[in-house]
Nanobody, 124 residues
Framework: QVQLVESGGGLVQAGGSLRLSCVASGRTFSGYAMGWFRQALGKERDFVGAINWSGSNTVYEDSVKGRFTISRDNGKNTVYLQMNSLKPEDTAVYSC?????????????????WGQGTQVTVSS
């Protein structure tokens, strides 16, 4: 079992920045790819981006490329989502997720473990 706890959400004006954190416990963190997802009110959960378990590779959904950056610190069992140039359409509950994978594989779906989510609200 892997337990995930997100933090760092809040209210920010358009154009602002937030950094979300996700702390993992329970298993060896470095063997897991980590993903970030978001779900806006009344919509399905969408993939935002993910990072492989060494931290050497990342993938992003098109609408956040160039604005969001995912990184991880395996020594702290933590993955980060740095969000810059935020837009009102980025408003959602953001969740991190984990899945055990091969070293360079970065899945966009089928994650096994999920955090409870943290609300991000971007005002116009």
């Amino acid at each position: 079992q892997v337990q995930l706890v997100e933090s760092g959400g809040g209210l920010v004006q358009a154009g602002g920045s937030l950094r979300l954190s996700c702390v993992a416990s329970g298993r060896t963190f470095s063997g897991y790819a980590m993903g970030w997802f978001r779900q806006a009110l009344g919509k399905e959960r969408d993939f935002v981006g993910a990072i492989n378990w060494s931290g050497s590779n990342t993938v992003y959904e098109d609408s956040v490329k160039g604005r969001f950056t995912i990184s991880r610190d395996n020594g702290k069992n933590t993955v980060y989502l740095q969000m810059n140039s935020l837009k009102p359409e980025d408003t959602a509950v953001y969740s991190c997720a984990a899945v055990k994978t091969l070293p360079n594989y970065i899945p966009r779906k089928d994650y096994d473990y999920w955090g409870q989510g943290t609300q991000v609200t971007v005002s116009s």
